[in-house]
């Protein structure tokens, strides 16, 4: 009986251990997971370029007012885009993430300003959506030369007779090398899956870090009128 239960609880260890090791190649997420960080790249550098070029506009232009508008419009740009990013964040890496609450209308171009410089989102996007351009790029580059070497690698049994491989302290010129290269390609495919799930993790935990709304609304609304006060009769 005790070797029974001795087996069952070896095996049920070793079927967690290979679930572990090969979960992230069976998992949907995991690939949700890589389609996002791949975005990350095209993403960053498209809000690096435009809050940029339209902050540098509306600073350079504010000695003719129409800096004003322009710097208004990165502002509410900062909000529309962090809550984009948000939904994103929420679809793709199944973060969750508050929805900010529903706000009252705020009368008055300058007050709308005020508001928009009050909000901590503002700031907390615009410095996420910074961010997201260095963190694109080393996204790309890891995941495309991880990617890349460990497909490259699977497919040598079929491939080293075409071109075989020189890897300067080795050649690979023979199917027995091949497969052993093939091995180690498999070892750093199922790695690379890990790493992808690994910084999709500690991005989309900074993501609810910057992207979660502000804990109270910030508005501006007009003082109420005040009213006179007439005598009360005797």
């Known amino acids: 009986m005790e070797e029974r239960i001795m087996t069952q609880t070896a095996d049920a260890a ?5 679930e572990v090791l090969f979960g992230p190649a069976t998992q949907a997420q995991t690939y ?3 389609l996002y960080l791949l975005l990350t790249f095209p993403l960053g550098m498209a809000y690096f370029i435009f809050f940029t070029t ?3 506009l509306g600073v ?5 007012i129409i ?4 710097l208004i419009l990165m502002l509410a740009a900062c909000q529309v885009l962090g809550i984009f990013e948000r939904s994103l964040v929420r679809t793709m890496l199944c973060v969750e993430i508050p929805a900010a609450p529903q706000r009252p209308p705020v009368p008055g171009l300058w007050l709308k300003f ?3 410089l009050d909000d901590s989102f503002t700031w907390r996007s615009f410095a996420y959506m910074m961010l997201e351009f260095p963190f694109g790029i080393a996204s790309f580059c890891v995941l495309v030369t991880t990617l890349s070497l460990s497909v490259a690698l699977i497919l040598m049994p079929l491939t080293y007779n075409i071109a075989p491989a020189d890897f300067g302290f080795w050649r690979v010129d023979s199917k027995n090398e091949a497969a052993v290269w093939c091995f180690v390609g498999i070892i750093l495919l199922i790695g690379s899956l890990h790493l992808i799930n690994a910084m999709a993790l500690i991005w989309g935990r900074f993501a609810r870090v910057m992207l979660s709304p502000s804990a109270a609304p910030v508005y501006y609304a007009p003082p109420p009128a005040s009213v006179p006060a007439y005598p009360q009769p005797k």
Request: no cysteine; aromatic share 14%; charged share 15%.
């Open 54 to 56: 339209g902050f540098s």
């Open 67 to 70: 800096g004003f508008p322009i």
């Open 32 to 34: 949700l997971n890589l």
């Open 60 to 64: 350079g232009l504010l000695v003719i």
């Open 14 to 18: 070793d079927r967690d251990f290979l």
């Open 114 to 116: 005020k508001a928009l």
